[in-house]
């Protein structure tokens, strides 16, 4: 009789401590609200015969952040940004919680001052795909994080590019 007594006080200890370090359900997680547009610069869609661009920048200018380049149906990617001169030859991506890293060859700017770094992706990737969904990519450098979010309408164009791409 004796053992049953503190072996049922042992089980309860267990359960509750259990039940204690559960960890809260996701589902209780607060939404984050999506990053706004930054003013005067947008996602640009420029669609040739036989590849299309989707750039990040001023439209009609040379200032862009990113640009993305494909053909049609093949389902890959070339990732070309701009980096400082003594940059890492490496992208850093993301998209609501998904990221990706991205080894990149770079060239001299002269425009610039800097690099261009151009790294090849899938389209498939878990950051573009989280791009695509949600339609705004951040960028990570010398661990500053720039968001590139289109404005109201222009959304649409971030889908086109994709599908053209396959």
């Given amino acids: 009789m004796r053992i049953r007594a503190p072996l ?25 609200p999506p990053p706004a547009p930054t003013e005067g610069y947008d996602w640009i869609l420029h669609e040739e015969a036989g590849e299309a661009r989707l750039a990040y920048g001023v439209p009609e200018s040379d200032d862009l952040r990113i640009a ?11 990732v070309v940004a701009l980096a400082a001169a003594d940059a890492e030859p490496v992208i850093q991506l993301e998209s609501g ?3 990706g890293t991205f080894a990149a060859s770079g060239e001299t700017d002269l425009i610039h001052d800097g690099l261009i770094l151009s790294a090849a992706a899938r389209t ?3 950051v573009f795909r989280q791009f ?10 010398d661990g500053e994080r720039e ?20």
């Fill in 97 to 99: 919680g998904q990221a």
């Fill in 147 to 166: 968001v590139y979010v289109p404005h109201a309408g222009s959304a649409g164009r971030i889908e086109r590019f994709f599908a053209f791409c396959g």
């Fill in 124 to 126: 498939n990737e878990p």
């Fill in 8 to 32: 049922s006080v042992l089980i309860g200890t267990a359960a509750l401590a259990a039940c204690a370090s559960t960890p809260p359900s996701v589902d209780r997680a607060p939404p984050q």
């Fill in 132 to 141: 695509r969904h949600l339609a705004w990519l951040a960028r990570w450098q």
């Fill in 68 to 78: 993305l380049d494909c053909r049609p149906g093949e389902g890959r990617l070339e």
